[in-house]
């Protein structure tokens, strides 16, 4: 009786250790950026050795050791690298076979502006997204949904009946001239083709039940520029339709200025927000991504008074850590230098926009804004006069904490740029 009782514990532990192996591997990062010339501690807290390979190194230091060839060391004892600029590959083992490959990138020493300019941010999407469809009164009388089951929410229209759909009038055009529609989308990165009859309404214009937009504006934080190719990245998280709740495609669009006019406070399940004005004629530069970490884009600091326009190198998220940090933020029509406090890091996230949680203790701000509000997005963070990160979300049950991303995982996106 005992060893019937056994067998099935024995199973379940066995089971538990595979999963927590499997979580581990999958949790561990694909690819670590190292600066060069520049020691760097990495704690993995993992039970995996690894080969580490110099690659395209010439000078390699591992656990402060030169190392000329390839080497084996065991995670659970921290690491430690240092390296001339190149790549260095990493491989993970466990049980005496590879498991997982490792890129650690080890870049030149950068040096960015950090901004905490609050500008006004316009994108055009690239084709016309669908919010939501409805029903429409024909003709004689009755109720039709043309668009049920054909379009759904967050579809991007890019192509009717051979014509390129680059804003929501040409498409109203379009639907008011045919009897029928073909249309191409994009729904879930995949196209899809469908097609959709208009009906006839009482004034003999023709619809299809659908609710369109194609542009968003609103206002958000410059986090820093970056002089070596007069690019931005602002915000620290993508901006998502306001109904669709999806990541907006964008065609084109720009940065401009902005002045605040109003800030309505946070509080506990309430988050408060930037009001401002949004000056159209001054455009500040170009919006050509939107990404998951941001937007990105180029700029010219020419003529922005506001910015000290000090340049600042960067500190990856192995150099970060818990105690006193900045914030720049633009909440009172100038850019001021606000104390915040790091309270837990999260390095290697699966969710690379809460990379790090800080907490608000200027008594300026707080008393300004309660904490973080909304606008105040991208906002850098500033440790030991390194640019080490960017604001990107309020705790909506307390207002003065708010989640954190380190400034390499948003110069990553920046490189899209020029692809």
């Known amino acids: ?101 490792v890129n650690v990138d080890v870049v030149p020493e ?82 899809v083709n469908i097609e959709i009859t208009p009906v006839k309404s009482a004034n003999e214009s023709r619809l299809i039940g659908a609710w369109v937009r194609d542009a968003t504006r609103g206002i958000g934080t410059v986090t820093y520029y970056n002089p070596s190719n007069n690019a931005f990245g602002a915000l620290g998280h993508g901006i998502l339709d306001v109904d669709t709740k999806q990541l907006i495609s964008v065609r084109d669009g720009k ?34 991504l939107n990404t998951p970490f941001g937007i990105y884009g180029t700029m010219d600091l020419q003529g922005i008074g506001k910015l000290e326009k000090e340049k600042k190198a960067i500190a990856l998220q192995d150099q970060v850590h818990e105690g006193p940090a900045k914030i720049y933020s633009d909440v009172d029509d100038e850019v001021i230098e606000y104390d915040v406090f790091i309270e837990s890091l999260n390095r290697f996230s699966n969710d690379d926009t809460k990379g790090l949680v800080l907490r608000i203790t200027d008594p300026t701000l707080l008393h300004k804004t309660n904490g973080i509000v909304q606008g105040m997005s991208g906002s850098p963070i500033i440790q030991n006069d390194k640019v080490i990160g960017a604001v990107t979300h309020v705790f909506v049950q307390d207002p003065t904490k708010g989640y954190g991303i380190f400034i390499e995982n948003m110069l990553k996106q920046e490189r899209k740029i020029a692809s």
Not at 54 to 75: C, E, F, G, H
Not at 256 to 261: G, H, N, Y
Not at 269 to 284: D, I, K
């Open 1 to 101: 009786m005992m060893r019937r009782l056994i067998l099935p514990f024995t199973g379940i532990v066995s089971m538990s250790a595979m999963v927590y192996i499997l979580y581990l591997i999958i949790t561990f990062p694909n690819q670590i950026n190292l600066v060069e010339n520049m020691p760097h501690n990495l704690e993995f807290n993992s039970p995996f050795s690894a080969e580490i390979v110099p690659d395209t190194v010439t000078a390699l230091k591992v656990n402060s050791k030169p190392v000329a060839d390839n080497i084996n060391v065991k995670l659970s004892d921290g690491l430690t690298i240092e390296s001339d600029s190149g790549t260095v590959k990493m491989t993970l083992n466990a049980f005496g076979m590879p498991i997982k490959s």
């Open 255 to 288: 940065i401009m200025e902005a002045k605040i006019t109003d800030v309505k406070k946070g509080s506990k399940g309430s988050p408060g927000e930037l009001v401002g004005e949004l000056y159209e004629s001054t455009s500040l530069g170009e919006v050509k």
């Open 110 to 191: 950068l040096e960015i502006i950090p901004c905490g300019l609050t500008v006004g941010v316009e994108i055009n999407t690239a084709g016309v997204l669908v919010v939501a469809t409805g029903t429409v009164k024909g003709y004689d009388g009755e109720s039709y949904s043309p668009s049920e089951g054909k379009l759904l929410s967050g579809d991007l229209i890019v192509d009717v009946n051979g014509k390129s759909m680059t804003d929501k009038d040409i498409f109203i055009e379009e639907i008011r001239q045919s009897d029928n529609l073909q249309i191409k989308l994009m729904r879930d990165n995949e196209i």
